[in-house]
């Protein structure tokens, strides 16, 4: 590999200027579509009025021979033609319309499975997480019988996408959670008492063995958790975070008689097993930075607060990542389209200038606007425009 060449920024250059233009140009057969179904729509609307003109068109004709004409016997003659051509068109019109929508229907088709490609596109890219994330947040709920995982990521530029994950990548979130499969056997103080026999307190515990996981949360250093029990309508919150290697636990209790804070209670706090639980945090904050790596589809984006792909704001969305990413690619970009910038990875020999050429020309107007933004302005003035 030559001097200052990476194989990782060398990747991500590529992923640009494949899945990601890829979601752009598949942007465009979308809107390039919308244009034709609307001319579609109003073809059909066109036709279906002037279907509709016929029948005007031979009633006037058959007033006027009456009229003309002066033949009362015409008349039911004239009724039988009206009504027969009347039941004829309306046999027509049923078959003129199928036609019509069926034009539509594979129109519509066709601006569906571009949309699909598009949003593929984005799920391949955004997939690596290509950019660095400002906050990350990984969810995990308890839904219908299974977990449904989710993945966060907010980056700069006010750029926002969302992940569902593969729960069942865990082997334990195949199933509910019990709280007896992480910590067996474990009873946790929940209320005390005093009493005229002792002066030291009465504790009550609670089985752990009894609730369930419903959800958790995880944002950096912190992991929140909330375990239930369906029976008695009770549940434990426990927060951990973890800083400079120093690990902070906080457990919350909430039944029909009492919300209180197990750590903040000397009583309750001294009898908490705070290793078994630290040890179950750490455990299922290992198991959700795992999941982060088994995305199952990307669903939604987020720009500026405004949803890029209902929107279809592709190009917006193409223009932010290259800010974002230009002092990170921009070098290996102007490596590989100098004359000695020829790729010698053999994985991959593709990327060279040849290839930044021909893809950039697929953009038309905007490879300028992309070469801007990567630092080669000028660079697409060397090859033909379209």
Known sequence: MPENSNPDVSRLLKQVFTELEEAVLNADRVNDCKVEL?????????????????????????EAYTKEENF??????????????????????????????????????????????????????LSRDPMESIETEINVKYIEGGYEARFRSVCQKEVEYEFILNASEVEFLKNRLEGGTLVKGLKLPVRYAKTWVSKDPVLDYEKFDAYYMSQASMSDNQLFVTFVNDETGSEFKFHSSVSDGATFLEVDYKDSLQAVSLTTQPALNSNLNRDALNEMMNHLRTALWYLKDHKLRLVKINLRSVDVITNLKISDFFYTILEILSPKISPELARVISDSGTNTDEEDKTLNRDFISSRLSLLGERAQTVCALLGIPGFADSFPKS
């Open 38 to 62: 609307q001319d579609l729509q109003a073809r059909k609307d066109a036709h279906i009025k002037r279907e509709k003109r016929i029948l005007d068109d031979v009633r006037a004709v058959l």
């Open 72 to 125: 009362e016997a015409f008349k039911k003659y004239g009724e039988s033609v009206l009504n027969y051509v009347g039941s004829t068109l309306e046999t027509y019109e049923v078959a003129l319309l199928e036609l019509l929508s069926k034009d539509i229907a594979e129109k519509e088709a066709e601006i569906e499975a571009y949309k699909a490609k598009c949003v593929r596109s984005l799920e391949t890219f």
